[in-house]
């Protein structure tokens, strides 16, 4: 398992931007596919988007065109750009690693957008 922390959230404007970050503890080079998940209060935990060790992307619906994951296997990161806020965006986000059957999860930052 690799640990995980996440860092970056806070309070952002409709329409603002924002950019969470997830630091590994080792290498992410090798590791199957690294994911954002949010969960908001009272609702299930979503997949946001995915990215795989090859670098192909996936994204919810309701995210597409307006957040993107990115990883720099050099430093152990992975980053989620979140342009175009809206108020439905208010979650804890968390940050997934998966590897031969395994999860590791971050402790999780709250993003809150409001005016």
């Known amino acids: 398992q690799v640990q995980l922390v996440e860092s970056g959230g806070g309070l952002v404007q409709p329409g603002g931007s924002l950019r969470l970050s997830c630091a590994a503890s080792?290498?992410?080079?090798?590791?199957?596919?690294m994911n954002w998940y949010r969960q908001a209060p009272g609702e299930q935990r979503e997949l946001v988007a995915r990215?795989?060790?090859?670098?192909?992307?996936t994204y919810a619906d309701s995210v597409k065109g307006r957040f993107t994951i990115s990883r720099d296997n050099a430093k152990n990161t992975v980053y989620l750009q979140m342009n175009a806020a809206k108020p439905e965006d208010t979650a804890v986000y968390y940050c997934n690693a998966y590897n031969n059957g395994i999860n590791s999860w971050g402790q999780g930052t709250q993003v809150t957008v409001s005016s």
């Open positions: 990215i795989s060790r090859g670098g192909t992307t």
């Open positions: 080792g290498s992410i080079y090798s590791i199957a596919a």
